[in-house]
Structure formats: structure tokens, C-alpha cells
């Protein structure tokens, strides 16, 4: 699932029925189990960006730029597979997720079940998020930048990691 | 999962974040496989409805109308289970899916697979579109009208089935 830099897009990229906003959905599904991790966004640059790394980008709505899956916790997906919908707005990637999808320390961002009146987490977390984007923290502060990507900015490890879920409604968008 | 019509909505239905359309996009699985069958949208009547019924019903952007999966073709889903992703934004349906969730025939609407420069299907078809939309069509003519549901059309065969994938540009948004 890695197009060579030099490669032109794949045609079907304008077959793809992008939004007014140039977004699609993109549900990300774990390869090997069914699992479904995630729901992002993406442009036609972070389409291109995934199949030429042969992992996901997306297009964070929020912050209104391209965002590495994992470039601060180090958990990228590698993509398997992408399937296009029936309408062709809508794509399924199926990857392999390294350590967990969600910010929150769980494999799935869908850890929660509506039961009755309430969200109930019914999944155990898969990484201590405190430690994993404190490290990273630490990590960025004494690398040096990489010149080489500007077009793919790193989020900070504020933005890839939202509060965890309460009663109270959720932060704003960050995918 | 069925809420009695006179119970009033759970109280977390205030706690999505909705879009500035009043929707949320949900992804439909396969309860049993896992399989990812379609993503639409549901805006807050679609998901009333859906949990007093317990079946799915979404929000048709292109026609401005309520829609219950399956109405036409009889192919519903019934839900089994729904989840929230941590941002709650998007909604994770798990079903037992009657019949295939794809208006072209197959279970699932996903069943096209990119290979290089070409979407290619490596699914088979679970019914035939032809003969059950026209089954459909012939039974609704010689129907009475059901003045119970004035919220929720019935979409036409038509609306609910839509033109086979091609290299064209797909048509207009149905979902």
C-alpha cells in the first residue's frame, strides 16, 4: 500500500465525491479482528499522503491542517486495505493499529455503549495516555525539527490528546 | 433496544455533538462478523426513532427526509448495540442486518476494494436489486397508504436504490 513518491495519484481520487468542504469520512477498522478504531477526515492530500506512506493522515476540521496519525504517541496505523463505498463517499481503511487508536488510551475511540440513559466504557485501555504524550512531550522538546515535512505539522501532543470523556459535552473537534 | 414511544429520550442524545446541520455521521457493523456495512447520517428524530423502534433510520441529506432502512426493500437492520466514539461525534450501530445493506446487492455497501488505479469488487452480490426494487415497487402501488407514519416517507425504489457503481462520477448523494 506504498505509492512511490514519484508516482501520480491513483485516478479514482476524482472519482471519490468529496464534500463542498474536499472531505470524506474515512472509518478506520482494525484488519485482523473487525474492530472499528476510528472515525477521521480526510482531503485529497492526506488520501495521497496515506497511500504514499502506506499510513493514515487525515485532515483535522479543528485545526484546519494535515495530522500524521501517531506522529506524537508513536500509535500509526498501516493500512491493509481501503475499500470505497457504494456511493463513493465514504471510505473503510483496514489497518494494523499499533498500540491503541484512541487518545483516551483505549484501541477503539469507541469504547463507550449507550445502556439506558448513560455511556458505559466496557473496554479496558490499552496505553496509559499520561505517560505516552508526556514522553513525547519530553521527546519533541529536544529533537530537533525536521525540515523535511513541513507539509505535515505535527500536532502537539495537546491537540492529538483530548480530555477524557465526561458528562459534560466534549472539547472541541480535533479530527 | 427498543424505547417505548412515551419514555423520553436518554439524555446523552443532548451530549452528541452534533454538527451545525443537526447531524452525526453512524457507522453501520454487522453484529456477528464485524463486517462494516454503510455509513450515513442521522440527525436527532433519526436517532429518536431508531432507539424506539430499534431499528435503523437516518437522515436522506439529498432529500431533506427522515428514512427507514429497508422500508422499501425490506432489508432493516435491528440494533443491537450502540456505541460512542470519545468525542462523541460519531455513533458506532451494531445490527443484525436483514437482506444486504447495499441498494446495489450487496450485504455490504463497502464491497469495492482499491487496487492500484481501479475500485475493484471482490464481493458477491447477496440479492438481486432488480427483482426485490420491483417487488417493492409492484406491492407498494396496490397498497393502501399507512397514515400512521406521516414522519417517516418511505422513500420511492428509486431513492433507496441507486445507479450500479461505474468509472462515472457516482450520482447524487442518497444518504
Same mark, same amino acid.
Given at each position: =500500500?506504498?505509492?512511490?513518491?514519484? !508516482?501520480?495519484?491513483?485516478?479514482? /481520487?476524482?472519482? =471519490?465525491?468529496?464534500?463542498?468542504?474536499?472531505?470524506?469520512?474515512? /472509518?478506520?477498522?482494525?484488519?485482523?479482528?473487525?474492530?472499528?478504531? =476510528?472515525?477521521?477526515? =480526510?482531503?485529497?492530500?492526506?488520501? /495521497?499522503?496515506?497511500?504514499?506512506? #502506506?499510513?493514515?493522515?487525515?485532515? !483535522?476540521? !479543528?485545526?484546519?491542517?494535515?495530522? $500524521?496519525?501517531? @506522529?506524537?504517541? #508513536? $500509535?500509526?496505523?498501516?493500512?491493509?486495505?481501503?475499500?470505497?463505498?457504494?456511493?463513493?463517499?465514504?471510505?473503510?481503511?483496514?489497518?494494523?493499529?499499533?498500540?491503541?487508536?484512541?487518545?483516551? #488510551?483505549?484501541?477503539?475511540?469507541?469504547?463507550?455503549?449507550?445502556?439506558?440513559?448513560?455511556?458505559?466504557?466496557?473496554?479496558?485501555?490499552?496505553?496509559?495516555?499520561?505517560?505516552?504524550?508526556?514522553?513525547?512531550?519530553?521527546?519533541? !522538546?529536544?529533537?530537533?525539527?525536521?525540515?523535511?515535512?513541513?507539509?505535515?505539522?505535527?500536532?502537539?501532543?495537546?491537540?492529538?490528546?483530548?480530555? @477524557?470523556?465526561?458528562?459534560?459535552?466534549?472539547?472541541?473537534?480535533?479530527?
Amino acid at each position: =500500500m506504498n505509492l512511490p513518491d514519484s !508516482s501520480p495519484p491513483p485516478t479514482w /481520487i476524482d472519482r =471519490m465525491r468529496w464534500s463542498d468542504d474536499g472531505l470524506i469520512p474515512a /472509518i478506520v477498522q482494525d484488519a485482523s479482528t473487525g474492530s472499528v478504531l =476510528m472515525l477521521a477526515w =480526510m482531503n485529497r492530500e492526506a488520501l /495521497i499522503r496515506s497511500l504514499q506512506t #502506506g499510513q493514515t493522515h487525515f485532515y !483535522s476540521r !479543528s485545526r484546519r491542517a494535515l495530522w $500524521h496519525k501517531g @506522529a506524537t504517541s #508513536g $500509535h500509526t496505523q498501516h493500512i491493509e486495505q481501503i475499500r470505497v463505498d457504494c456511493d463513493a463517499d465514504t471510505l473503510l481503511i483496514q489497518v494494523r493499529q499499533h498500540g491503541g487508536a484512541c487518545h483516551e #488510551g483505549y484501541l477503539s475511540c469507541f469504547f463507550r455503549l449507550a445502556v439506558g440513559d448513560q455511556w458505559i466504557s466496557d473496554q479496558s485501555p490499552v496505553f496509559d495516555p499520561d505517560r505516552v504524550y508526556t514522553q513525547a512531550e519530553l521527546s519533541r !522538546s529536544t529533537a530537533p525539527t525536521d525540515p523535511t515535512t513541513p507539509d505535515t505539522p505535527a500536532p502537539s501532543a495537546q491537540a492529538e490528546r483530548r480530555p @477524557a470523556a465526561s458528562a459534560a459535552p466534549p472539547p472541541a473537534d480535533t479530527v
